[in-house]
Protein backbone atom coordinates (compact mmCIF):
# COMPACT_ATOMS: atom_id res chain seq x y z
CA UNK A 1 0.00 0.00 0.00
CA UNK A 2 0.57 3.38 -0.25
CA UNK A 3 0.63 6.71 1.73
CA UNK A 4 -2.68 8.17 2.20
CA UNK A 5 -3.63 11.59 2.73
CA UNK A 6 -6.81 10.78 4.34
CA UNK A 7 -4.64 8.69 7.85
CA UNK A 8 -2.85 11.94 8.49
CA UNK A 9 -4.34 14.17 11.03
CA UNK A 10 -3.19 16.94 13.24
CA UNK A 11 -3.19 16.35 17.15
CA UNK A 12 -1.36 19.32 18.37
CA UNK A 13 0.49 22.23 16.74
CA UNK A 14 3.01 24.68 18.92
CA UNK A 15 4.87 27.34 18.08
CA UNK A 16 6.30 25.86 14.59
CA UNK A 17 5.66 21.96 15.85
CA UNK A 18 3.27 19.76 14.78
CA UNK A 19 2.43 16.50 16.43
CA UNK A 20 0.81 13.87 13.79
CA UNK A 21 -1.11 11.09 13.69
CA UNK A 22 -1.20 8.45 11.09
CA UNK A 23 -2.69 5.11 10.72
CA UNK A 24 -1.95 1.92 7.92
CA UNK A 25 -2.02 -0.85 7.09
CA UNK A 26 1.53 -0.97 5.98
CA UNK A 27 4.13 -2.30 8.25
CA UNK A 28 7.27 -0.54 10.22
CA UNK A 29 9.76 -1.22 7.55
CA UNK A 30 7.68 0.08 4.55
CA UNK A 31 6.19 3.27 6.11
CA UNK A 32 10.21 4.39 7.00
CA UNK A 33 11.26 2.93 3.74
CA UNK A 34 12.17 5.90 1.22
CA UNK A 35 9.98 8.59 -0.07
CA UNK A 36 6.69 6.82 1.79
CA UNK A 37 5.77 10.28 3.02
CA UNK A 38 7.14 12.47 0.05
CA UNK A 39 3.12 13.29 -0.59
CA UNK A 40 3.16 15.41 2.43
CA UNK A 41 6.12 16.75 2.01
CA UNK A 42 4.23 20.68 2.05
CA UNK A 43 3.00 19.89 5.42
CA UNK A 44 5.62 17.65 7.86
CA UNK A 45 8.81 19.86 9.06
CA UNK A 46 11.70 18.93 10.58
CA UNK A 47 11.21 18.37 14.26
CA UNK A 48 7.80 17.31 13.50
CA UNK A 49 6.89 13.73 15.36
CA UNK A 50 4.39 10.83 14.13
CA UNK A 51 2.44 8.82 16.40
CA UNK A 52 1.39 5.77 14.04
CA UNK A 53 -0.66 2.82 13.94
CA UNK A 54 1.41 0.48 11.56
CA UNK A 55 0.42 -3.24 10.60
CA UNK A 56 2.45 -6.64 12.39
CA UNK A 57 1.18 -9.13 10.63
CA UNK A 58 -2.70 -7.93 10.68
CA UNK A 59 -2.28 -6.75 14.06
CA UNK A 60 -2.12 -2.96 14.68
CA UNK A 61 1.57 -1.57 16.41
CA UNK A 62 1.78 1.63 17.84
CA UNK A 63 5.52 3.57 16.55
CA UNK A 64 6.51 7.14 16.86
CA UNK A 65 8.32 8.95 14.24
CA UNK A 66 10.23 11.49 14.03
CA UNK A 67 11.12 14.15 10.90
CA UNK A 68 14.33 13.72 9.76
CA UNK A 69 14.17 15.83 6.79
CA UNK A 70 11.74 17.49 4.69
CA UNK A 71 13.13 19.54 1.32
CA UNK A 72 12.49 19.52 -1.98
CA UNK A 73 9.49 16.95 -2.17
CA UNK A 74 11.61 14.65 -0.11
CA UNK A 75 10.38 13.34 3.18
CA UNK A 76 12.77 11.26 5.56
CA UNK A 77 11.82 9.99 8.88
CA UNK A 78 13.06 7.74 11.63
CA UNK A 79 11.68 5.89 14.65
CA UNK A 80 12.19 8.12 17.46
CA UNK A 81 14.25 7.29 20.13
Given at each position: ??????????????????????????????????????????????????L??????????????????????????????
Amino acid sequence: MAYSARNLSVLSYANGFTLWHYTTPDTHATATGGGYFNDAADLLRKGDLILANTSNGGSLVAKIYSVTASTGGAVTIAAYA
